[in-house]
């Protein structure tokens, strides 16, 4: 059962789509503030919800890497029967579904918040057992109490599926792989105080993506949430700010 405010979301608007893609454990709901904010500045937004998110800890356990672009190519599937052009945004694990999206289909811009190229060691990430040896083990994370959100952006999984991370971290080598490939332009986001995903990421997706239009904002005293954060009507502004620019 979906989390309830943890569903997709459609918001109608004019023939330019944007395509949200939210986080590793998290879920739509993340990106809702946004969306809205993009959808009141005339786009076509769709806020896909990744398979074995926004429910349980038992349904990511039984989800892959490939289910999660899945979900992806629905979304885009969707935006391209209604709009002429397609934008994607991803915050964290979706800025890397984001770009992975983009090396294979036509995405007119990418917004990469916070995409995770290197995992901070404060995440303890060097003491995960090999993949064979993680079974149906978990770690537990700390409850979410963001104030001035929607309430479903606080309730993320209180465990994370040990073999999860690993479908997480195959993801990252793979988009290192093809960055090369991607054209689009793109903006990439992160916070200088990103305890997740090293700041450096940032910096790495810059200067190895394939694309001639690139531009890379570090936002000072930031964590990783950039959708949610009280700077967020920053973000939000950087990114309209670029996709509407010629």
């Given at each position: 059962m979906i989390i309830e405010g943890a569903e997709p979301f459609f918001l109608k608007g004019n023939s330019t789509g944007v395509l949200l893609i939210h986080g590793f454990t998290g879920s739509p709901a993340e990106l809702i503030l946004m969306g809205k904010f993009l959808n009141n500045a005339g786009f076509t937004v769709l806020g896909v919800r990744l398979a074995g998110h926004g429910t349980?800890?038992?349904?990511?356990?039984?989800?892959?890497?490939?289910?999660?672009?899945?979900?992806?190519?629905?979304?885009?599937?969707?935006?391209?029967?209604?709009?002429?052009?397609?934008?994607?945004?991803?915050?964290?694990?979706?800025g890397l579904l984001s770009l992975k999206l983009a090396s294979m289909y036509d995405v007119k811009k990418i917004v990469s918040l916070a995409a995770p190229i290197f995992i901070s060691t404060e995440t303890d990430i060097s003491s995960l057992p090999p993949r064979e040896r993680c079974g149906e083990n978990y770690v537990v994370r700390p409850r979410r109490t963001l104030e001035n959100v929607p309430p479903a952006a606080n309730r993320v999984y209180r465990k994370t599926p040990l073999i999860n991370i690993h479908e997480l971290l195959d993801i990252i080598l793979e988009v290192k792989n093809i960055l090369p490939r991607i054209?689009?332009?793109?903006?990439?986001?992160?916070?200088?105080?990103?305890?997740?995903?090293?700041?450096k990421s940032a910096e790495y997706i810059e200067k190895n993506i394939g694309s001639k239009i690139s531009k890379r904002i570090m936002i000072p005293e930031c964590g990783h949430l950039l959708p949610l954060i009280e700077k967020r009507d920053f973000v939000f502004q950087e990114t309209l700010n670029f996709l509407v620019a010629d």
């Open positions: 349980s800890e038992r349904d990511i356990i039984r989800t892959t890497k490939y289910d999660w672009f899945d979900s992806v190519l629905d979304g885009y599937a969707i935006l391209k029967s209604v709009c002429d052009k397609i934008f994607v945004v991803g915050h964290s694990m979706g054209t689009a332009p793109v903006l990439i986001m992160h916070g200088e105080e990103d305890h997740t995903a090293q700041p």
